[in-house]
């Protein structure tokens, strides 16, 4: 299997490059569908950029392959939560709720 994964300083550095990129295309004069999707563009990026930023990474020991096994054998025994066999959905919908079918 290939380790296809690239650092998250890299990561950064293309995220940033693609929303300027992104937001220079829109300012070329694009048509109106295309604007949009380049600001659509230049926004999830920034929002992708963000998230790292926001995201605190621990430095966690890697599994060993006997750790493994030992959870294998516990799962059997913990609890599940599971619903009976005359399990109804009695949650009730917001009266102020519609539901809306949006187009593609």
Known sequence: MENNRIAD????IYLEF????????AQEGQPPWALFRYYQLSE????I?????STKNYN???LKEEDLQKSEQCQGTSL???GGKN??????????????????
Do not use: F, G, Y
């Open 18 to 25: 693609l929303s300027n990129w992104s937001k220079e295309k």
């Open 49 to 53: 950029i963000e998230s790292m930023n």
């Open 9 to 12: 300083k890299t990561a950064k």
């Open 80 to 82: 599940r939560l599971v």
């Open 44 to 47: 999830t990026a920034d929002i």
């Open 87 to 104: 399990h109804q959905d009695n949650a009730q919908r917001h009266q102020d709720m519609i539901p809306v079918t949006l187009p593609m």
């Open 60 to 62: 966690c020991p890697p």
